[in-house]
T-cell receptor, first 116, second 109 residues
Framework: DAGVIQSPRHEVTEMGQEVTLRCKPISGHNSLFWYRQTMMRGLELLIYFNNNVPIDDSGMPEDRFSAKMPNASFSTLKIQPSEPRDSAVYFC??????????????FGNGTRLTVT | GENVEQHPSTLSVQEGDSAVIKCTYSDSASNYFPWYKQELGKRPQLIIDIRSNVGEKKDQRIAVTLNKTAKHFSLHITETQPEDSAVYFCAASSGNLIFGKGTKLSVKP
């Protein structure tokens, strides 16, 4: 099992550019979560999907952020236009079902985004 | 929605001492409480979890306790070792996982 795969590992971009982060969940997992990690705010849940359907996107900071899950094995998080305050580590995580004792979350290695 | 508070934000102990990290949650519907360890530059990894119908769970040197009435849960690490140094996150879930802000644990040799 390759685990949750995220790409790219690092992204450096200029303010105003579009950024797309990618995630491949563990095969067979039905739930997918996007988190943002910063020193000030810790691990913030941005959005999560269950069976490819967005369940809760109340954590998405603003309209510049969007996420899609076109199929069970792929999800994207897009920021357009990017701003310096978006700089953070973005983690994708997946679980067999909704996060529970028999369905723990497994994290990818994250994408470190720097917006200059 | 759920809100998880975690204390302390930093904790420094001598090797061999115990460390305790405490969390409170707000949503009484939460029924699953995992703890994650994150080493510098790496992803969070699950170290232990507890569900709402259990009051305590132990795995070697780590243990978790849960008080549903008071809505708080704790992580206890005994006989700490330098390799326990990391950031520890508590979380609460009623389907989606909400994390505390983390505790940076430093174990001094």
């Amino acid at each position: 099992d390759a685990g949750v795969i995220q790409s790219p590992r690092h992204e450096v971009t200029e303010m105003g550019q579009e950024v797309t982060l990618r995630c491949k969940p563990i095969s067979g997992h039905n739930s997918l979560f996007w988190y943002r990690q910063t020193m000030m705010r810790g691990l913030e849940l941005l959005i999560y999907f269950n069976n490819n359907v967005p369940i809760d996107d109340s954590g998405m900071p603003e309209d510049r952020f969007s996420a899609k899950m076109p199929n069970a094995s792929f999800s994207t998080l897009k920021i357009q236009p990017s701003e310096p305050r978006d700089s953070a580590v973005y983690f994708c995580a997946s679980s067999l079902g909704l996060a529970s004792w028999n369905s723990p979350l497994h994290f990818g290695n994250g994408t470190r985004l720097t917006v200059t | 929605g759920e809100n998880v508070e975690q204390h302390p934000s930093t904790l420094s102990v001598q090797e061999g001492d115990s460390a305790v990290i405490k969390c409170t949650y707000s949503d009484s519907a939460s029924n699953y409480f995992p703890w994650y360890k994150q080493e510098l530059g790496k992803r969070p990894q699950l170290i232990i979890d507890i569900r709402s119908n259990v009051g305590e769970k132990k795995d070697q040197r780590i243990a978790v306790t849960l008080n549903k009435t008071a809505k708080h849960f704790s992580l206890h690490i005994t006989e700490t070792q330098p390799e326990d140094s990391a950031v520890y996150f508590c979380a609460a879930s009623s389907g989606n996982l909400i994390f505390g802000k983390g505790t940076k644990l430093s174990v001094k040799p």
